[in-house]
């Protein structure tokens, strides 16, 4: 039996065209930038850490009265880090420090939101503001996401 000239490339894209699609990664499920303690001083935004944040419970701190800003610590299980995040006020200084390490500071913003760069997770950290009178006030010290 004879086939005629260009059955076989016909017979090739039939089977490309019928295959089960495969799937490719969302931007979402994209791995992320760092992991762990290589996000130690890293953005949180630009390496994608901040797409699955969420706030960790019983962080938040607000020295004083409610005309501070709010602080408070943010997690990513696909980087593994954390961050202070704070917002409401212009002029503050919001902290995560880490019990063997350098803190990373930011100043918050009256336009919205400031954050700090990013610490492995498994270290042990607290997030910090610095008050009208110069002292930061701290939450307490902890070590993972819960």
């Not at 000239?5 to 760092?34: E, N, R």
């Not at 949180?44 to 800003?69: M, N, S, Y």
């Not at 390490?101 to 610490?119: H, I, K, N, R, W």
Request: glycine content about 10%; aromatic content about 6%.
């Amino acid at each position: 039996m004879m086939r005629a000239p260009g059955a076989a490339a016909l017979t090739l894209a039939a089977a490309a065209v019928l295959a089960p699609a495969t799937a490719l990664p969302t931007p979402a499920a994209a791995a992320a930038g760092c992991h762990g303690n290589a996000c130690e001083g890293k953005n949180p935004k630009t390496l994608g850490c901040a797409e699955d944040a969420r706030d960790i419970p019983r962080t938040e701190i607000r020295p004083d009265t409610q005309l501070h800003p709010r602080v408070w610590l943010r997690y990513s299980a696909k980087c593994h880090a954390v961050w202070a995040k704070g917002e409401w006020a212009d002029g503050w200084t919001i902290r995560v420090a880490i019990l063997d390490g350098d803190p990373y500071d930011a100043p918050t913003l009256a336009s919205g939101e400031a954050f700090t760069a990013m610490v492995g997770a498994d270290r042990t950290h607290h997030v910090g503001i610095l008050d009208v009178d110069g002292q930061w006030v701290y939450g307490k010290w902890r070590s993972g996401a819960a």
